[in-house]
């Protein structure tokens, strides 16, 4: 046998034993290399058992960013925008990261993050960061605060939903949902890495994808709805665990929708979250 042969022996038994190990995680992500990750069971999709929900990918990808900038550019900066795109199913597979710098600055940086799934770039993001300064004294806001999660009822996803990722998270409801609007607090109950503790702004935003799926417009059993993108825009950091959504769903009539969403922590409003949503009919079988 070559060493090439060898080689290629060694890292398909590795990536073997990284499957086993993702396959009994309680984990979202496994890490099997420096910036590869395996998907557990708890990151399944929404609409298909055989993809990835965009959610816990997406803050594996805010956890990326965030790592690299610790190591290769200003990590006191603060992220102002987080725009994904999605480029294609996200298939189960392994998940590679990569960032780079698109636009250095003293003040303003541009940064891109992409995500090779499966041998496929499937996300590519692109997020602004700038220099933090001190605006304490006209900090303020006129968007509406949610009651806190603390003995609102419980609901469970599953009433609308499929999936491993959505059996993942808790849900608490501040009012009743109805087609097209919710407000609801969500947290993920999983770590997001194996053996390794996050950063507050990738593990608050573990379930923000959901706001697609709190408020239902029409059920997933006829319709289809599925976002193209998720941009993320906030005003300061998050803290704690529970993200609140004060979200409202809306379709045009030549299969175009929207998801938009203010985003919550418990001091308040910090930001907002956008989805565009391509809208059809799930075809009817003969």
């Known amino acids: 046998m070559t060493g090439q042969e060898q080689g290629q022996q060694g890292g398909a038994g590795l990536e073997a034993i990284g499957e086993d190990r993702a396959a009994g995680s309680e984990a979202y992500f496994v890490q099997v290399g420096p910036d590869t990750y395996l998907p557990s069971e708890h990151a399944g999709g929404a609409w298909s058992d055989d993809e990835l929900h965009i959610s816990p990918v997406g803050a594996l990808l805010v956890e990326h960013l965030e790592r690299w900038r610790a190591e290769h550019a200003d990590p006191d900066k603060v992220l102002g925008r987080l725009s994904i795109d999605i480029l294609g199913q996200l298939r189960r597979g392994p998940i590679e990261l990569s960032t780079r710098m698109l636009r250095p600055g003293r003040t303003i940086e541009l940064l891109e993050t992409t995500a090779v799934i499966a041998g496929r770039e499937t996300l590519r993001a692109r997020s602004w960061v700038m220099s933090a300064q001190q605006t304490a004294e006209v900090a303020g806001t006129e968007l509406p605060p949610l009651p ?131 809208v059809r009919p799930i075809p009817r079988q003969a």
Not at 190 to 215: C, K, M, Q, R, Y
Not at 223 to 228: E, K, Q, S, V, Y
Not at 255 to 274: A, K, N, R
Request: glycine content about 12%; hydrophobic content about 35%; proline content about 8%.
């Open 148 to 278: 806190g999660p603390e003995g609102l009822p419980e609901r469970s996803m599953a009433e609308d939903w499929t999936g491993g990722f959505i059996h993942s998270i808790s849900l608490r409801d501040a009012e009743p949902k109805r087609p097209g609007r919710g407000r609801s607090w969500l947290r993920a109950e999983h770590p997001l890495i194996e053996g390794e503790e996050a950063g507050e702004l990738a593990t608050f935003l573990i379930p923000v994808d959901a706001s697609n799926g709190i408020a239902v417009r029409e059920t997933p059993r006829e319709w289809m709805f599925p976002n193209l993108d998720l941009t993320i825009h906030l005003m300061r950091r998050p803290t704690g665990r529970w993200l609140g959504l004060d979200t409202t769903v809306s379709f045009g009539p030549t299969g175009q929708g929207l998801t938009s969403s203010v985003l919550h922590d418990q001091e308040g409003p910090l930001g907002s979250v956008q989805q565009t949503l391509t």
